[in-house]
DNA sequence: TCTTGACCTCGAGTGGACTTGAGGCAAGAC
DNA sequence: GTCTTGCCTCAAGTCCACTCGAGGTCAAGA
């Protein structure tokens, strides 16, 4: 059992098979064909999934983690080593997302004891010293955590910044 | 001053003119209308927006925080009390959220040592104790937290879920 | 009167990470 | 021989929370 059909690999990883064929196309996982096309995955797949779908859950997107695979060794397979040292760089992301949600909760308990959630000085809401650059109803999250994009500008046919 | 334009809302906000009609479409925030049409928001909307931020921060959808809303006394303005007893379950979301990442911060610290990222043992791809539920490659984080939707079903004209 | 600017509606576009569907091939079981 | 299963491609659809653009209205000021 050298080579894995899709669907043997989808079972394994737990990836669907959409999102295998989809890695394949964006170039995150690669594979062989056999004689009628039918795609015939390497075991290490299963590792290349797994540090996928971590690098993922720290928030890093497609792209970036494309790009981080890309620095892996061609032609040996990778070893422990080289795991490590891709997946060293989330420490910092991590710390960072702990930190920015552990203001948001402290922020919330003495909110909860105010009630206030005011615009202009409610820690849950609005900007602080984290996120004042961000500009007015500035958000408290990291980008990776957060689901608010810093776009907003307000005014209409106002000043855009873009 | 009693009714704001839309413009000012923003402005006092931070949230763009195109999210606030976006809201009172979705049925997030009301106001009246002048005799030409124009919206005209009360004083209130400025806390509503504020609430709406901050449940963004935390993570809830759209939906949610309409739910949430809905729970808000008619008549008479929300009181101080109203807000907090809204915000009081963010407590713990925003605690389940901290302690799955730093799950996930601590077992990346254990397979940067290891450098294992095994599907079926390492804690930063796969399963464990609090994520075993979601079925193979399930995620570690929050469903708040998680980009990556539990929904995933491995094979292709196979069992579907729905 | 003309212009400006803020506002209106409605429909379509965005982006990320996929999923779904249509239409078809290849191999093993019966 | 045909049925089923698993696989293929390619295009289009989904979800969320908006944003953008076109084309039009309204009120105030020069």
């Known amino acids: ?32 064909r056999t004689a009628g096309g039918a795609r015939r995955f390497p075991r290490s797949v299963l590792r290349r999934l797994a540090f996928i779908r971590a690098a993922q859950n720290v928030g890093l ?3 970036e983690i494309r790009e981080a695979l890309a620095t892996l060794p061609e032609g040996r397979t990778p070893t422990a ?10 420490r910092a992301r991590l710390d960072e997302q702990i930190a920015a949600l552990t203001q948001l909760r402290d922020g919330l308990a003495a909110c909860i ?18 996120a004042a650059a961000y500009g007015p109803g500035a958000r408290w999250l990291s980008p990776a955590l957060r689901r608010i ?13 873009g």
């Open 1 to 32: 059992m050298e080579l894995m059909a899709i669907g043997e690999v989808a079972a394994r990883s737990g990836v669907a098979v959409s999102a295998l064929r989809y890695y394949e196309a964006e170039g995150l996982v690669s594979c062989e």
């Open 149 to 161: 994009p810093p776009t907003s500008n307000a005014g209409d046919a106002a000043g855009r910044a």
């Open 113 to 130: 004891g105010c009630g206030c959630l005011s615009l202009s000085r409610c820690a849950l809401s609005n900007a602080g010293d984290v």
């Open 81 to 90: 080593r080289d795991w490590a040292r891709l997946s060293h760089t989330w």
């Open 61 to 63: 997107s497609l792209p």
